[in-house]
T-cell receptor
Framework: EAEVAQSPRYKITEKSQAVAFWCDPISGHATLYWYRQILGQGPELLVQFQDESVVDDSQLPKDRFSAERLKGVDSTLKIQPAELGDSAMYLC???????????????FGPGTRLTVL | RKEVEQDPGPFNVPEGATVAFNCTYSNSASQSFFWYRQDCRKEPKLLMSVYSSGNEDGRFTAQLNRASQYISLLIRDSKLSDSATYLCVVKVTGGFKTIFGAGTRLFVKA
């Protein structure tokens, strides 16, 4: 069964350092999402790509976070500098998005658990 | 008011019980609806999509009420393995906004 791949699975860093997370969506999925999930809360959308274009980054803290999907396949999310409040699970998801209302179920990767010390 | 609201629970039920969760949404332009299941420290996994006509998959039944702007999930004959957090997901028309509820925790005990 096709899966969304993410790496690393765990990352411990000190505040003010830079961190980067990688995601490889299910083959053929045009839409890719990055979410942040704090313990006890639901996932919060950070950025959504349609192919290589950003279609929603309204909740992305752009002073420190950046995301790219250069060839419309895999994607990288970067934080620089990391802050204590960034400790969370970072989830990547992808969906087929054939047409509005169809094929838009999202499939998640295992996530990257970030701890900022 | 949050755009998607769920009762956080926890719901503590015995094996074999029937349990129901509701999720309310505020944006009338919401188009697609889903229930996801999330185990502790794991990623969310799609449980079922919610269609206007309702959806049933084994012991699980999902309903959509557009007039009152809520979706529901009914679990019959609860199993220990159903213990998890159930996330309600709403997607707004245009496909560019996906909102997760905070989740409802379910504990099924023997």
């Amino acid at each position: 069964e096709a899966e969304v791949a993410q790496s690393p699975r765990y990352k411990i860093t000190e505040k003010s350092q830079a961190v980067a997370f990688w995601c490889d969506p299910i083959s053929g999925h045009a839409t890719l999402y990055w979410y942040r999930q704090i313990l006890g809360q639901g996932p919060e959308l950070l950025v959504q790509f349609q192919d290589e274009s950003v279609v929603d980054d309204s909740q992305l803290p752009k002073d420190r976070f950046s995301a790219e999907r250069l060839k419309g396949v895999d994607s990288t999310l970067k934080i620089q500098p990391a802050e204590l409040g960034d400790s969370a699970m970072y989830l990547c998801a992808s969906s087929l998005e054939v047409a509005a209302g169809y094929g838009n179920e999202q499939f998640f990767g295992p996530g990257t658990r970030l701890t900022v010390l | 008011r949050k755009e998607v609201e769920q009762d956080p629970g926890p719901f503590n039920v015995p094996e074999g019980a029937t349990v129901a969760f509701n999720c309310t949404y505020s944006n009338s332009a919401s188009q697609s609806f889903f229930w996801y299941r999330q185990d502790c420290r794991k990623e969310p996994k799609l449980l079922m999509s919610v269609y206007s006509s309702g959806n049933e998959d084994g012991r699980f039944t999902a309903q959509l009420n557009r007039a009152s702007q809520y979706i529901s999930l009914l679990i019959r004959d609860s199993k220990l393995s159903d213990s998890a957090t159930y996330l309600c997901v709403v997607k707004v028309t245009g496909g560019f906004k996906t909102i997760f509820g905070a989740g409802t925790r379910l504990f099924v005990k023997a």
